[in-house]
């Protein structure tokens, strides 16, 4: 067993690609067959991944949840933000071009209201939750864009570690909630075309969510909705510690 152990810590990266797999099969099943896929397995699998995390870190009194365990060292690199980039871009690749001009000004209209209207909300639950200075606003309001918004936005703009990891915490229940929502929903937001799908993606923003509801809804509509939720990430990440923190700085500095 202390040999397997080794071999395991020595291929840390290995290993946590075998865990992710094991995590999303495991996913898969309770989808199948617990929820007969109308919960998706990506739903799943998030909320698996985060209670590990939590778990791990409260066994390990460390900062990086399960990479602070030895022996899953890897997630740290299979984590972070180069391996999770290519994720988001790699999305891209199935897009028709042709399809993606069909969007036109609606397509440019969804993506301007999607991170205008979640960052609003989000800056006011912070506000009534207490946290009042402009700083903790805006990071919070970023996560309500998204989950990574909203720490690149607190990294930038000097945000405290807690307010980030709320920042993060908004844009996760946020994204678990388009995974499981739109294939409930698709029929009354008519989530049939390529269009629609860009159109929805521009309001959604969090890739993951709209990547994961849209195939629940119909597979071909993925890479329309991620493709348009990936350009709001970029946009957001803009935005957030520029514009928004000069409005919210500007009102409530």
């Known amino acids: 067993m202390e040999e397997i152990i080794t071999v395991l810590t ?8 075998a865990v992710t797999g094991l995590m999303m099969y495991v996913s898969h099943l309770l989808s199948k067959y617990l929820t007969k896929g ?13 209670v590990l995390a939590y778990f791990a870190g409260i066994y390990t009194q460390g900062e990086k949840g399960i990479s602070d365990i030895e022996i899953f060292g890897g997630f740290a690199l299979l984590g972070g933000a180069m391996l999770r980039d290519l994720a988001i871009a790699s999305t891209a690749f199935e897009v028709d071009v042709k399809e993606v001009k069909k969007a036109g000004k609606v397509g ?21 939750m207490g946290y009042r200075d402009p700083v903790s606003m805006t990071t919070i309001g970023a996560g309500a864009m998204t989950y990574i918004v909203g720490p690149v936005t607190g990294s930038a703009i000097g945000a ?13 229940i946020k994204a678990v909630f388009f995974m ?11 989530l049939k075309s390529p269009r629609s799908a860009m159109v929805f993606g521009g309001l959604a923003g969090t890739t ?20 348009v939720a990936t350009f709001y990430t970029g946009l957001g990440c803009l935005l957030g510690p520029s514009l928004f923190f000069l409005t919210i700085n500007a009102i409530f500095g």
């Open 10 to 17: 020595k291929n840390a990266l290995v290993t946590a690609l």
């Open 38 to 50: 109308k919960l998706q397995s990506s739903a799943f699998a998030i909320t698996m991944g985060l």
């Open 108 to 128: 440019l209209i969804a993506l301007t209201l999607g991170c205008v209207i979640p960052f609003i909300i989000g800056a006011m639950v912070a506000w009534v």
């Open 160 to 172: 405290s570690s807690e307010v980030i990891a709320l920042s993060i915490a908004i844009g996760l």
């Open 180 to 190: 499981v929502g739109t294939p409930l929903l698709a029929k009354f937001m008519y």
């Open 208 to 227: 993951s969510g709209t990547a994961a509801g849209l195939a629940g809804t119909d597979v071909r509509l993925v890479p329309y909705g991620a493709l």
